[in-house]
């Protein structure tokens, strides 16, 4: 039994020919099959497909010819633009970070914990997903407004207000955008290879330590998908934000109620406000499909059995170090 073991996995084992306990055919006659399946798709499947990418796209090629593309560097430059943007950037990115702080923890406590009533939270955790910002914005107000269940308390014992501040822009962020990354966690904490915490296990590794060495690297593709989804969700966040927050310039008003202003009075400003939104938002997807994507298809891999986990016996995968806390009673011998 090895001690005071540090997990640190270098990858799957390099496979040659059939891989190992897999009864599979060989990689390559799978990516044959891939293509030939490619090959069978019905032909009724084009008209509604192009049709559906005709009506995704159009609006979007719309706003591209639509664009004034001449004065669009002076409209960006206007004070009112940048405050709006600059405001955006920071509410978004702060929602972002408590996300992360608060709903990791939650996320694994839904994928790796059995307590009574978890399918029923489950469903109102990932209720703002489908919930009408709008609706949201409104049981914000009722709860942390300044006669809300919990808002009246925070203004009279510490004179602290959240509704109609850059605070309450945060909070409604958060609120919207908080779901999208506890789904993603969740979805792969439920999805990695139970094997390779329990080979940790075996070979004398603590539960932090295979929590850090282990299933944090395995999800690490996930966690960074969904804080860019978040972030962007919280990027582009509207009626929450009005409905809880107000629309004042410089305080409460970010790029979406930028937008839907200028709107009524500038057209050309909405446009180019819009193109700045639109520009975050192909910058997040391709860096989704170019970094964390290839991450995520290779845990869905491991899941369905096409790479095996290093075995309990397999010590060639396991590197020790000193003085890690790798047994839970904390005696530093075989558990």
Request: proline share 7%.
């Amino acid at each position: 039994m090895t001690t005071d073991a540090s997990l640190s996995w270098s990858g799957p084992p390099a496979q040659t020919g059939e891989p190992a306990g897999s009864d599979g055919p060989h990689p390559a006659r799978r990516s044959g099959q891939r293509r030939e399946t490619r090959k069978r798709v019905p032909w009724v499947l084009w008209l509604p497909g192009s049709i559906a990418v005709l009506f995704l796209l159009l609006p979007l090629v719309g706003l591209l010819i639509r664009a004034p593309w001449t004065g669009l560097a002076h409209l960006l430059s206007e004070r009112s633009v940048r405050q709006a943007l600059l405001l955006s950037l920071r509410t978004s990115t702060e929602s972002t970070v408590l996300s992360l702080v608060f709903g990791v923890p939650l996320a694994w406590l839904l994928a790796r914990t059995r307590f009574p009533g978890r399918t029923l939270l489950r469903a109102l955790v990932t209720l703002p997903l489908v919930l009408p910002p709008v609706v949201g914005g409104v049981s914000l107000l009722l709860v942390l407004g300044r006669r809300g269940l919990v808002g009246e308390s925070l203004e009279s014992w510490f004179g602290f207000t959240l509704p109609f501040s850059t605070n309450g822009v945060v909070v409604a962020q958060t609120f919207v955008a908080m779901p999208f990354l506890i789904v993603s966690v969740e979805g792969a904490l439920n999805s990695s290879d139970r094997r390779f915490e329990d080979a940790a296990a075996t070979l004398g590794a603590g539960y932090w330590t295979t929590f850090r060495r282990v299933t944090v690297p395995l999800v690490a593709p996930a966690v960074a998908a969904g804080t860019a989804l978040c972030w962007a969700r919280a990027l582009g966040e509207f009626g929450a934000t009005i409905t809880f927050a107000g629309n004042f310039p410089g305080t409460t008003q970010t790029m979406p109620l930028a937008v839907y202003l200028a709107l009524e009075t500038d057209p050309d400003a909405a446009i180019a406000l819009s193109l700045v939104l639109l520009a975050v938002c192909v910058t997040v997807l391709v860096a989704l499909r170019a970094r964390w994507l290839p991450g995520t298809r290779l845990i869905m891999r491991l899941r369905a059995g096409r790479t095996d986990p290093p075995a309990a016996a397999d010590t060639s995968m396991i590197t020790t170090a000193e003085g890690d806390d790798t047994h839970s009673d904390g005696s530093g011998g075989p558990r």
